[in-house]
């Protein structure tokens, strides 16, 4: 079983959708979570940390259930420019903090 | 300010050449990490340097893959006798300190194939 996981899509939305993607790990010790976007070729940008509590940056939410173990990116009011790939990310909570990226979950925004 | 460079941006060899691939990290940071990755597939860890020293080479496959920082900035993964196989996009990425809730800024990548 991969350390994280997540559903590969694509993800095929209309502009305006709102649109949620899961992401499970499995090392429950994992202490730091983040989304990353990364368009076709181009390197991986940090989109968002993910707090215990929550966080919100405009029209993206992400979540944390560590109950369940998975966290959760929303994205309301779906631009075209919003279509990527999005990795997510769980670090240990010592050592050397080696972050584990899932492999990523693909966005297609269409008019 | 200059983000996270890597040279060259695409590297093309033959089956049992050895290449060197560099990075560049932004001014400053201390942990600088090597990954690959593979198409539709996430960034696979390979080796974290804090300063110098290579303090996790955990994700290195094999002998074959070796990386220095020597002077604790540029580092410079090496590749020996290259398989099919390692045809990928190797990427560089630094953070401040190496913390937990650093966050790691990805260089360009270095596409390498081998034929």
């Known amino acids: 079983r991969k350390e994280v996981e997540q559903d590969p899509g694509p993800f095929n939305v209309p502009e305006g959708a709102t649109v949620a993607f899961n992401c499970t790990y499995s090392?429950?010790?994992?202490?730091?979570f983040f989304w990353y976007r990364q368009d076709c070729r181009k390197e991986p940008k940090l989109l968002m940390s993910?707090?215990?509590s929550g966080n919100e940056d405009g029209r993206f939410t992400a979540q944390l259930n560590r109950a369940s173990q998975y966290i959760s990116l929303l994205i309301r009011d779906s631009k075209l420019s919003d279509s990527a790939t999005y990795l997510c990310v769980a670090r240990p909570p010592g050592g050397s903090y080696i972050p584990t990226f899932g492999r990523g979950t693909s966005l297609i925004v269409h008019p | 300010g200059a983000g996270v460079s890597q040279t060259p941006s695409n590297k093309v060899t033959e089956k049992g050449k050895y290449v060197e691939l560099r990075c560049d990290p932004i001014?400053?940071?201390?942990?600088l990490y090597w990954y690959r990755q593979s198409l539709g597939q996430g960034p696979e860890f390979l080796i974290y340097f804090q300063g110098t020293g290579a303090a996790d080479d955990s994700g290195l496959p094999n002998d074959r893959f070796f990386a220095v920082r020597p002077e604790g900035s540029v580092s410079t993964l090496k590749i020996q006798r290259t398989e099919r196989g390692d045809s990928a996009m190797y990427l560089c990425a630094s953070s401040p300190t190496g913390g937990g809730t650093d966050t790691q800024y990805f260089g360009p990548g270095t596409r390498l194939t081998v034929l």
């Open positions: 001014s400053g940071h201390t942990a």
């Open positions: 993910v707090y215990s």
């Open positions: 090392n429950s010790a994992s202490q730091s």
